[in-house]
């Protein structure tokens, strides 16, 4: 697979993770009003997810990518193993940046929670990434 093509698939699976980022972030706290006035739903949703491009971009590099490569070197592949690992590197990647920003936690459940924010947009980025690419790579015999 070219560089240009894993290129505009990272691009296209950090703009989907980074939307996934956007809904949870923005909806929950807003979803009784959002079914009254939806177009602050959407415009709190758009702010969200625009922020959440660079954060979600930074995170495929640093953690996505290595996470990738490291399956991709063992021999790992199938959607359920890369969601699984996704899922796995989306919660990391969520406490970390909480822990970046100042937020540390005083409870287990705190840390949990703040955790568990990364999850589904892991997950999707894992799928994605073996929809992508690491399926198609596996296929072909080549790395990444």
């Not at 922020?51 to 959607?79: D, E, Q, T």
């Not at 287990?108 to 994605?128: E, Q, R």
């Amino acid at each position: 697979m070219s560089v240009t093509r894993k290129l505009a698939n990272f691009l296209v699976a950090i703009v989907l993770t980074a939307f996934v980022c956007g809904i949870i972030f923005a909806l929950p706290p807003v979803y009784p009003r959002a079914l009254q006035y939806p177009g602050i739903a959407l415009g709190i949703l758009f702010t969200v997810w625009l922020v959440s491009l660079p954060i979600v971009g930074l995170g495929g590099l640093v953690i996505g990518m290595p996470a990738a490569r490291v399956l991709k070197s063992m021999n790992i592949g199938g959607y359920p193993k890369w969601a699984v690992a996704g899922a796995i590197a989306g919660a990391l990647y969520s406490f970390l940046v909480m822990l970046a920003l100042g937020a540390v936690p005083q409870r287990a459940v705190d840390a949990l929670l703040t955790a568990s924010f990364g999850i589904l947009p892991g997950l999707v980025a894992g799928l994605y990434w073996w929809r992508a690419v690491g399926r198609l790579e596996q296929l072909e015999g080549s790395s990444f």
